[in-house]
């Protein structure tokens, strides 16, 4: 018996025909070819967060991002201007990789008042001009204006820094409806921030897919719970409270734990003596911005509502949580069958020692969730490397799994009709 | 006899204070992963009912003036948030069904 109302359409995959019902084809997930079609089709042409402003607090304040999937390493800095820059990590001269630190191939952060290559001395200001050339008299003649780090498009939303190597919109036009009804929401407030990262022996979109459908939920995560509480979930199955596609992004709004619980033995003794689980600390932060949420987050103004998760195109999750924090997922796929899976977990700061361990006990079970969710990736992509079975059948709660696939095949299809005229 | 780290009212927890006070998740998850169940549960069995205390003790201090001995039993409330994973839900070490999945926490506020 359903417990949420779908829509007139009698399913919400229904509701967006374009969607269809039929078995979707997951060799777009073990084909090689397929992987770099997608390279330049979506990930060279999307806007990707690559970062969150507090991360740049002052001026000259950088990180570099190693980008395998667009072939590049970029350098992100707030300028003097306070305005944040990217650009492509290569030096003028004679292509050293400009900033790094112990290693070339790791990702480095700092504060600098400019840029120095390591090679022969060449310096860069933060807005990437060149400012110095060693020797400068034994050159022929370089014009110095003409010969600054070589920009890539940068913009924010929200605190989100975003970057695209070939933009052919703005950040929010990019981003669209689904974003504009989410601004306004406290993330300024939410700066403590936990980070983990794994290295995945699988296409990126299977991680996106685990964490884009919860039907697994009660299943795959039924020993998390409490004996009881997991027979009534499996028993309940999942379904969603709303489902919205704002091509080529969409969301998943879900009911979910209450904080704190109705019945205190509903939940693990730790939970009990720390007010907080997975669904986060059950005390809610005393910040503003958090009562009435901006309208698309829990659109359909449940009461039940416990989470959303916003899937924007192609590889960042926003998950917003009833108790009044975040959490972020990214996927930079390294090769057709790899990618480096990154999930920030945001709270407003801790006051007290009680506070601070509501949050690490919401922290650390999001990972035990995380390990199940992440164990049958790599077993996955190896059943469907061996193309035994190619077309898979996707339930109506697995809709954005449908859709992701969906719009990642229509884009690498507009890519090769474009180029094949 | 080594000294005390934790404030007086918690000696009953310095048996425990050498291994499980640990500064990042990191240390914790593998100290998890390299116990045994019974090491497991005998600092659960001693420092669960001593949560509600630590808290009251860590919280007559300001987050960023911990003095040391609070900063100590702090770290070891961490600890035991890593271990009752192990000792309320799992009855192992390591996540059911978790295979061989990992993820690194590699920034976390401090202390
Ligand atoms: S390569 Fe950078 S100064 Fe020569
Ligand atoms: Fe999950």
Known sequence: MPHFAKPPAGSWTQHYPELGTAPVDYTDSVDPAFYELEKVAIFRRSWLNVGRVEKLPRTGSYFTRELAVLDTSLIIVKGADGKIRAFHNVCRHRGNKLVWNDFPGEESAGVCRQFTCKYHAWRYDLTGKLTFIQQEGEFFGVDKDQYGLKEVACDVWEGFIFINLEPAESLTEYLGDLAKGIEGYPFHEMTSVYTYRAEVGSNWKLFIDAFAEFYHAPVLHHKQAVKNEAEKLVGYGFEALHYELSSPHSMVSSWGGMAPPKDPSMVKPIERALRSGLFGPWDRPAIEGLDPLPPSINPSRSPSWGTDSFEFFPNFTLLFWAPGWYLTYNYWPTAVDRHLFEANLYFVPARSARERLAQELATVTFKEYALQDGNTLEATQSMLASRVVSEFPLNDQEILLRHLHKVVADRVKEYTDAAAR | ?111
């Open chain 2, 1 to 111: 006899m080594t000294e005390a780290v934790l404030p007086a009212d918690f000696s009953d927890l310095e048996p425990f204070a050498a291994t499980w006070c640990l500064a990042t998740e990191a240390e914790r998850y593998a100290r998890r992963m390299a116990s045994t169940m019974a090491e497991l549960e005998a600092f659960y069995q001693a420092g669960f009912p001593r949560i509600g205390e630590a808290l009251g003790y860590c919280d007559k201090f300001p987050l960023d003036g911990l003095p040391d001995d609070a900063h100590h039993l702090l770290q070891l409330v961490h600890s035991l948030i890593m271990v009752a994973m192990c000792v309320e839900i799992w009855h192992q070490p390591n996540v059911i069904d978790g295979a061989d999945a990992v993820l690194d926490r590699v920034a976390e506020p401090l202390p």
